[in-house]
């Protein structure tokens, strides 16, 4: 499954022809967060992929105005095209009152929240989120902070795959690093634009979710379904 990821700034090329090859090439499309929701409506026109986001921490006007046919993965475990996807976007917290933001402890409650939803999709093969993991690749001031209950997340249910946004190429373009590892997992910044391959044997792990698991992650991943 060849995957188109997206995140924080929009590509320009993905407007003009070139880019609709690449679009049309793509079997899902992932949004990290931080992209205009016109921008992401664009995408649904000019591919058949299913496009699948999450919240950056500037995406609370997606509470008046969601991506038009997009799916809304925040907060829960969907499945597109066989695919689980769990979606936890958001940065960590560093003004209040913003719906987008978390603390530690706030974003470590809601991955708790989950374990009765985990438990029936048993895991999920893609990690989705704005933020990234706490001492890959994040900053030392807040904003830019990274969580560490992912790390937990990561290797109790062990995905094919994370994808995050948030931390910029032009924040410290020398030492940007597209692709880390965390306990064997790609962790991967997507901002502007990355490709990926996911490998055909991901469908097939085990244990895989019952048929009732898998119509409720079904009826989670219709477009703008938004959860906040």
């Known amino acids: 499954m060849h995957i188109l990821v997206l995140a924080d700034e929009p590509v320009q090329r993905l ?16 949004s990290a967060g931080d992209l205009p929701a016109a921008y992401l409506s664009y995408m649904t026109c000019f591919s058949s992929a299913p496009v699948v986001y999450v919240h950056g921490n500037h995406d609370e006007h997606y509470e008046q105005k969601a991506p038009d046919g997009c799916i809304c993965a925040e907060g829960h475990v969907i499945m597109v095209k066989g695919v ?12 209040p009152g913003c719906p987008t933001m978390f603390s530690e402890r706030e974003m470590a409650a809601r991955i708790r929240g989950l374990r009765l939803e985990l438990l029936r999709s048993r895991g999920f093969d893609i990690l989705l989120t704005h933020a990234p993991v706490a001492g890959l690749g994040d900053e030392p001031d807040l904003p830019h902070r ?13 995905p094919a795959v994370m994808f995050h946004g948030h931390i910029h190429r032009a924040y410290n373009a020398m030492k940007f ?8 997992i790609p962790v991967i910044n997507a901002c502007d634009s ?19 698991a898998r119509r409720a992650m079904e009826k989670r991943a219709e477009p703008s379904n938004e959860h906040f």
Do not use: H, M
């Open 15 to 30: 407007w003009g022809g070139f880019g609709k090859d690449t679009l049309k090439a793509a079997d899902l499309i992932l």
């Open 84 to 95: 689980r996807i769990l979606g936890l976007g958001g940065s960590f917290r560093y003004k």
């Open 146 to 158: 990274g969580f560490e209950c992912f790390k937990p997340l990561l290797s109790r249910y062990r």
């Open 177 to 184: 690093q597209r692709v880390r590892e965390w306990d064997g």
């Open 194 to 212: 990355y490709e990926f391959d996911l490998p055909d044997d991901v469908l097939s792990r085990e244990p895989r979710p019952s048929f009732l």
